[in-house]
């Protein structure tokens, strides 16, 4: 991950809020963002995750605590499986 890119990314976040929130426009249908890296869209939570804590594994997911999806907030994050997030979707009600 090169610094230019980190530098760009957090460019692009509002930090006035408890949730700092991704401001560009690039966003999927049910409210990500994404951030473009080299040609590859990556959602910006994933990105900001990445940026603060490296690389993700294999088959894990960003799940966020404050259920907002334009929040890239790291200490917002966590990660998990699928089964995870739908535990704590269900516990959230």
Same mark, same amino acid.
């Given at each position: 991950? /090169? =610094?230019?890119?980190?530098?760009? +990314? ?6 006035? %809020? /408890? ?11 049910? %409210?990500?963002? +994404?951030?473009? !890296?080299?040609? #590859?869209?990556?959602? $910006?939570?994933? +990105?900001?995750? /990445? $940026? ?6 294999? %088959? ?7 259920? =907002?999806?334009?929040? !890239?907030?790291?200490?917002?994050? +966590? ?7 739908? $535990?704590?979707?269900?516990? #959230?009600?």
């Amino acid at each position: 991950m /090169e =610094q230019a890119d980190v530098d760009r +990314f957090w460019s692009k976040i509002d930090k006035t %809020g /408890e949730c700092w929130l991704w401001t560009a426009k690039s966003r999927s249908w049910n %409210g990500y963002g +994404f951030f473009s !890296v080299k040609g #590859k869209n990556i959602k $910006a939570h994933r +990105f900001s995750w /990445e $940026a603060t804590n490296g690389p993700i594994p294999d %088959g894990m997911k960003i799940l966020h605590k404050c259920d =907002q999806p334009l929040c !890239v907030r790291p200490d917002h994050l +966590f990660i998990g499986t699928d089964a995870i997030n739908m $535990a704590d979707r269900d516990a #959230k009600g």
